[in-house]
């Protein structure tokens, strides 16, 4: 097995690599080069790479390409196929892996596949971490996002000054082995889903019976009601303002992430699946590329009420 203790120096002063630079993975790239870190990138469309040139990145002509150079590669792609493509695939990253390197998957993917791509880039050599995130846009942006940890404990103490230059260093959290970040955060987006359920079915509900939405919702923020989901995602029901900082089809994919571990599982969640159910109406209607919250429109159009 690779010493990676003795290599912890060489690891943090050394190249770091980002595959996907959309929504969440640009301003992500963007605080690791403003913290001072060497970044080559690469990403399937050019624009963003360019961007991160422009701010300072290499741009590498594929994974393998990138590999080559990265002592600590990152991935933020949309889905398990993607990781998988990234990894496995023609020029992927295992086609160049050089031994002692770090990979730290933070998408959101199956537990299931990242314990197997786990176990391939241990064959080789290197370690795999699964660090989904949570905190949107804005979060990234802000570098303050949620950072949920799977994976050895030793290698995530070696790279936490990484992660501390995108999350809050108080919400980076090592939850167990491989598998167990994305775990992590499938739970976090079933606590989501009730939680929205419950916000836009007490909206509809106040809105139906004539009563001002917004004036329960400061209402309800003084009390046990009081949520981070009645808090942001509330107002942007409220206001009908649904620029995305999570794209509703990217939680339409974390959903069925959480029905199939459900279901792998032997784990029962009625909510869950309710939950599923209308943001599969919200995708039907065409407006997957709108913020998760506009789930609630959902509900406020069963209730005949805006």
């Given amino acids: 097995m690779v010493n990676y203790i003795v290599q912890r120096e060489a690891i943090l002063s050394d190249v770091i690599g980002f ?11 963007k605080n690791l080069i403003k913290h001072g870190y060497s970044l080559v990138v690469h990403n399937r469309s050019r ?12 741009a590498a002509a594929s994974p393998a390409d990138l590999a080559g150079d990265a002592a600590i590669i990152i991935t933020m792609v949309p889905d398990t196929p993607d990781v998988e493509q990234v990894l496995t695939g023609v020029n992927g990253i295992l086609s160049a892996l050089r031994p002692g390197t770090v990979v730290i998957d933070m998408s959101s993917i199956s537990p299931v596949a990242t314990r197997r791509l786990s176990a391939a880039v241990a064959t080789q050599g290197g370690a795999m971490l699964d660090a989904p995130v949570s905190g949107g846009e804005i979060g990234a942006i802000d ?3 949620s950072i949920m940890v799977g994976g050895e404990a030793a290698i995530f103490d070696q790279v936490r000054p990484i992660l501390n230059c995108m999350g ?19 739970c976090n987006q079933i606590a989501i ?7 836009s079915e007490a909206f509809a509900l106040a809105k139906k019976s004539g009563v001002d939405a917004s004036r329960v919702r400061s209402a309800l923020l003084g ?13 942007r029901i409220l206001k009908g ?34 939950v599923t159910q209308f943001v599969n109406a919200l995708l039907a209607a065409g407006d997957g590329e709108l913020d998760c919250a506009a789930v609630g429109k959902v509900w406020l159009d069963l209730a005949k009420v805006r």
Avoid at 48 to 57: Q, T, Y
Avoid at 168 to 186: D, F, L, T
Avoid at 247 to 255: E, F, I, N, T, V
């Fill in 143 to 145: 570098g303050t996002l």
């Fill in 47 to 58: 624009g963003p790479v360019d961007d991160l040139v422009g701010a300072g990145a290499r």
């Fill in 168 to 186: 809050n260093p108080e919400r980076i959290v090592y939850i167990g082995g491989s598998g167990a970040g994305q775990i992590c955060k499938i």
């Fill in 241 to 274: 303002s649904y620029d995305p900082g999570f794209r509703a089809k990217l939680y339409h994919k974390d959903l069925r992430l959480a029905n199939e571990t459900a279901g792998v599982n032997g784990v029962s969640m009625p909510v869950t699946a309710v």
């Fill in 193 to 199: 889903g009730g939680a929205l359920a419950g916000v």
């Fill in 223 to 235: 009390g046990f009601a009081a949520s981070r989901v009645l808090e942001v995602h509330g107002d």
């Fill in 19 to 29: 595959i996907g630079l959309g929504l969440m993975g640009k301003p992500m790239a």
